[in-house]
């Protein structure tokens, strides 16, 4: 007869022991923009095959051929088809209208959701709170067959931009509730030298993350920097 004391535990898995996400294709919504097109940049400069996003066409295309490394342009609808896992990187105002418009594009897609939704006044910068809770919950809300998780918020768009810069001195803090798709955008963050994704908990622990962009601005407005994190310990 078996007992409890006969039946060995599976050894606990290797939180550094993450896929290869090198064969897959990344597409970024608002590619054009300084944050995206940043991130195009690096994961190309990195091997990935990258499709830059934007509502116009040309637009994308011009900003591809900007920056080479294969990186190929289109329209934001057939940007999220031909891709495998979707960035969100477009401004916060657009952010629900995008989603609202590429549900069906973007059904069974893992998406990584990297907006910050900030305001602005004379003070500085202040985080906003959605009525979902965060930008990454307003994306799970409104593409309900996807697979959304949250990171790349904290990246400076000069340094990822910057090719005189070789690697991105940082950590990328990832939320999502699948920890198959959490480990995916870890070993993506891990493709850009001197990156370090660490999973951070579930969505519903977004809103902070976000937040903490406005006071990395303002680290960044005192001290003429461009500020990143990384998690001790780990």
């Not at 090198?22 to 300084?34: A, Q």
């Not at 969505?203 to 903490?212: G, T």
Request: charged share 25%; net charge negative.
């Amino acid at each position: 007869m078996t007992t409890s004391d006969d039946v060995k535990k599976a050894p606990a898995k290797d939180p550094w022991d993450l896929p290869d996400v090198s064969g897959l294709v990344v597409g970024v919504l608002g590619g054009t923009g300084d944050q995206g097109r940043g991130l195009a940049y690096r994961l190309a400069k990195a091997g990935q095959q990258v499709i830059i996003g934007s509502r116009a066409a040309d637009r994308a295309r011009t900003a591809a051929e900007e920056l080479g490394l294969g990186v190929e342009g289109a329209d934001n609808a057939e940007c999220a088809r031909r891709s495998d896992i979707v960035i969100v990187a477009v401004p916060w105002d657009g952010h629900a209208k995008t989603l609202e418009g590429l549900r069906e594009e973007l059904a069974g897609k893992l998406v990584i959701d990297c907006v910050n939704p900030l305001g602005f006044d004379k003070k500085g910068a202040y985080a906003l709170k959605p009525e979902e809770g965060s930008a990454a919950e307003q994306a799970a809300a409104l593409l309900p067959g996807s697979r959304v998780t949250a990171a790349f918020h904290h990246l400076s768009a000069v340094l990822l931009s910057d090719p005189e810069i070789a690697e991105i001195d940082t950590d990328v803090m990832v939320l999502g509730e699948s920890r198959a798709d959490t480990d995916l955008v870890q070993a993506l963050a891990g493709r850009i030298p001197g990156m370090r994704g660490v999973f951070a908990g579930r969505l519903r622990n977004a809103h902070q993350v976000e937040s903490l962009v406005a006071n990395l601005i303002s680290v960044n407005r005192r001290y003429k920097a461009h500020a990143g994190l990384r998690v001790t310990d780990v």
